[in-house]
């Protein structure tokens, strides 16, 4: 047991929250379940959608979120990590829920939170389902922290599941293959329960697949090729799909990059399996996805006559999915990279393909990473292999200042870890509650 002093806590308000916790993971329900059962079962007060994968799992969270939004139903939004304030976490019709309210709940929530001894993410967990019901919500979209088959969010009984794609990251956690990945982030998938996903390689498909049989689950695949007239623009993405519900539909999103096409795509396809009573319009669904509102996922923001790009891609997927945006962008030169990695992550596979987009780089430490989870950047410069012009800053704001000073009215690439996203958007002044900032170092 540790007090919450940094890493994801470095909002003041977890550490009022939960004043102490175990931090790290902890595998298991049964804590989160045992939690719960005090409270009297508030997750079972309302409908879910559950959203797992390796990455864009956020951004269809959203979406689908947005979107019951449109539709006129309460609806709660769970997702993780936050950039800059716990609150990020828990949305109720796109708003954060009030701080002196979530006080409240925490505080109604702390005997069952210690007696069954949560970690932070289970004790976040088990105070958003809490805070769901108070609020009197209808139906709350959850994204799957870690994994899914022992994630504490793996309580709940959806209308729909959701797995985005499988890529490798957390194998110290979730197994050293793709194969071991997909079979863990399968075991949301529940018997009965409609399940969707957009993998698009066969073999990790048939894993997703044979669980889906295995358990009894109807399975839809959302195929790449479905998608059409997909344009990547900095104002956001557009695309064409067709669907047996709302026939051939013309979407926006304003997610920058072809990837968000494709989560747009995997949303419509939760969307189109859901019951009737559920079911939104097509104009409510070409509205709610074109409203969306996910800070820090190929971000841009135009601050005192720069660009920033802000994106939280962590693993090698992650960061081809920028790399993909950046090319589809003409965005104002010099390009210049500020990078902050986790020391668990690939960043050896990270950095080439970033590196050979850009014209300058610095890096730098996450500055709200654990202790234990801090890379090297002085090894990383050493032993990475690129003609770009690498620089080593380890302390955070100043390597933010000469990125900013080495692009002038160029671009700023922010990227590498919410552990850095979040830090950079505090300094610049960006509000990830209110969606307006300024520039302020």
Known sequence: MERLTDGFFADPLAGRLFPVLATGVQWGLE?????LAALGDPHRAYATLHVGGTNGKGSVTSTLGAVMQKAGKRTGAYTSPHLCSIRERMLVDGVPIDEGRLIAYADEASGPISDNGLSFFEAVTVLAMLAFARENIEIAVMEVGLGGRLDSTNVIRPEVTAIT?????HADYLGDTLEAIASEKAGIVKAGVPFVTAEARPSIRKVLHDRAISVGAPYTHVDEESIRNVTVTRDGTRLAVSTACWGDLSLSTPLVGHHQAINAALSVGVLARMGESWRPSRTDLIDGIASVVHPGRDEIR??????FLFDVAHNTAGVMSLVD???????????????GVLGDKDWRSMLPPLLSRTDAAYLTRPPTAPA???WDPVAAADLVDSITLVRVVPEFREALERARRRAGEGTVVVTGSAHSVGPAMTLLGLDTLAGQGRFRL
Do not use: S
């Open 165 to 169: 794609n499988v890529a490798m990251d």
């Open 325 to 339: 945006t950046i090319d589809r962008l003409e965005l104002p030169r010099p390009l210049v990279a500020l990078v």
């Open 31 to 35: 804590r989160t379940e045992g939690a």
């Open 372 to 374: 234990d989870r801090q």
């Open 302 to 307: 135009v601050i005192d006559g720069c660009t």
